[in-house]
């Protein structure tokens, strides 16, 4: 019989180590097979929220944010690729930092909707993969629909301005619990566990909490 494993993933689509960490987890759940029955929520985390409506290079952004130089950001982002394919998640070329702040409104809706997951990853993909603008609602609509949503009730969802105190309610929730950086993953509403991890480390701590709850 599975165990019920209730999951909770914070995490924003700008974040890269968000997509490495969601690939490991996937794979993790992979190898446990029926030993877990895994339920997957995700919650909003925005790395950037006063971004501006054009964006930002990333060179500029990470430059300005941590003080590191083209050449320690193209460096981490080599390290990123190859932690990235070893879970099966392929970058490609970003140029620049986007607001998230609609795409975690749609989010929400695809939560409602029964699609959070599918959308995530195709955001995930669109924007780390593909390098598109995810605050754009050309692009937003596309991986909606590519998830199995309605596009145009995806429109009118960033039209309306829909959900948004949801999402800020919720990422005020996040902050209160102590969650200063993404992605954090916790299981069972007890055990946090941060970073993008390799798929093993996620196995052995599920692994760990069946153990323990048995």
């Known amino acids: ?21 969601l690939a490991s987890l996937q794979r993790a759940l992979e190898r446990l097979g029926d030993a877990v029955d895994a339920q997957i929520t995700l919650h909003p985390f925005e790395l950037n929220p006063d971004m501006q409506p054009e964006g930002e290079r990333i060179v500029d952004y990470l430059g300005r944010k941590y003080g590191r130089t083209p050449e320690q950001i193209s ?11 070893r879970e099966g998640f392929t970058f490609g070329e970003r ?3 986007y607001n998230t702040f609609d795409a975690h409104r749609l989010l929400h809706w695809a939560r409602i ?12 993909r669109a924007y ?25 009730r ?9 959900y948004a105190d949801e999402v800020r309610s919720e990422e005020r929730e996040v902050q209160q619990l ?3 950086s993404v992605p954090a993953i916790i299981f069972d509403q007890k055990y ?23």
């Open 154 to 162: 995806a429109r009118d969802v960033l039209q309306s301005g829909l």
């Open 75 to 85: 460096e981490a982002q080599a390290t990123i690729r190859e932690r990235g394919a």
């Open 113 to 124: 909707e029964g699609r959070q997951l599918p959308l995530k990853l195709a955001l995930l």
């Open 178 to 180: 102590g969650i200063q």
């Open 95 to 97: 140029n620049r930092v």
């Open 192 to 214: 946090l566990v941060s970073g993008g991890q390799p798929h093993e480390a996620f196995e052995e701590a599920i692994r760990k909490i069946i153990e323990e709850t048995a």
């Open 128 to 152: 780390h993969g593909e390098g598109k603008d995810v605050s754009h609602a050309d692009v937003l609509i596309e991986a909606a629909k590519s998830a199995g949503l309605d596009g145009d």
């Open 1 to 21: 019989m599975s165990r019920a494993l209730q999951i909770d993933f914070v995490s924003d689509i700008a974040c890269p180590w968000c997509a490495v960490g």
